[in-house]
């Protein structure tokens, strides 16, 4: 008895062995199986980003109304009163004193709330009456250039000031606004105030140039310092390609065109300011990842 109660553990110990042994590689098998799911899943998710991603190099702004002063921090610094009627959009404190340590502490109507820059335009005036856009979309793109280009972009630096547009433009043929209607296509767009039917809104469009000189924040002119793109690509003397800003402002407003006007005179007249305050990183995170790689992002600057 005292040999065989060993002999007759060995199978049950074995059995136990065996059952713990497949206990463990059951457990292996799932860890391996969750770690390798776990690591896959950036993969994984890079890869359905791929398939499904939209082809455009794009993040957006939207920013309301936030007030109006004759003012601009740009080209009458320090001088209030000093300009046209401007419409202030994004940072909620701008006046003609400004910089940008008060952009940078500034509330803002943009979404994303992390943008606290400032853009302002000629006030819009309907029978004298000012009307304000009722959808302002800043856009920032990556387009226009050869995808080399666009793959290089690099962000605004902190505190650029920048005008785009005329104020003082003659004619149309010294313009770069374009005017259009939305959702009405069948009428054809012009740099000078359109007639939109009844349930559309009139729309502006304003592209600003892409393409900086690598050194100044500002310049006499407030335009030289950047410059539009020439053969898809950007000069010599701007060699630093940032994103491309387009302004798009839709007022609920229609009909004869004669009955509007701009702060600063005609439509063609139509220009806008861009003071910018992005946090750093930030605006740095979405041309790394929205911009180079040709990604549509929402507000977030996350894919869409």
Known sequence: MDRAAPLSG??????LATAIGALLVLLGTYLV?????ADAAPGRAGADFGANA?????FPADCTYSHRLPDDPIVFPGLPGASHMHSFFGST??????????????????????????????????????????????????????????????????????????????????????????????VPPSKDF??????????????FPQCWNGRDLDSPDH????????????????????????????????????RFRLASGPGYTMHGDFFNAWPVAELARRVQDCIRPVIKCGHDGRPI
Request: glycine content about 4%; hydrophobic content about 35%; some cysteine.
């Open 10 to 15: 060995i199978p049950r110990r074995l059995r």
């Open 93 to 186: 404190v701008t006046n003609a004193r400004t910089t940008l340590p008060d952009l940078v502490n500034s509330p803002t109507t943009c979404n994303p709330r992390v943008d606290v820059s400032s853009y302002w335009v000629p006030t819009l005036y309907r029978d004298n009456v000012a009307v304000e856009p009722a959808i302002a979309t800043f856009y920032y793109l990556g387009e226009g250039v050869r995808a080399d280009v666009v793959a290089n972009t690099q962000p605004f630096p902190l505190g650029l000031r920048l005008v785009a547009g005329n104020a003082k433009a003659t004619g149309p043929n010294d313009s770069i606004a374009r005017w259009s209607c939305l959702h009405a296509g069948h």
């Open 54 to 58: 939209i082809r455009v190099a794009e």
């Open 223 to 258: 335009k030289s310092h950047l410059a539009y793109p020439v053969n898809q690509a950007c000069p010599s003397t701007h060699p630093v390609h940032v994103p491309k800003l387009r302004q798009v402002l839709r007022y609920p407003v229609t009909g004869d065109p004669s």
């Open 33 to 37: 199986s969750t770690t390798n799911r």
């Open 194 to 207: 359109v007639n939109c039917p009844s349930g559309t809104m009139l729309e502006s469009y304003l592209d």
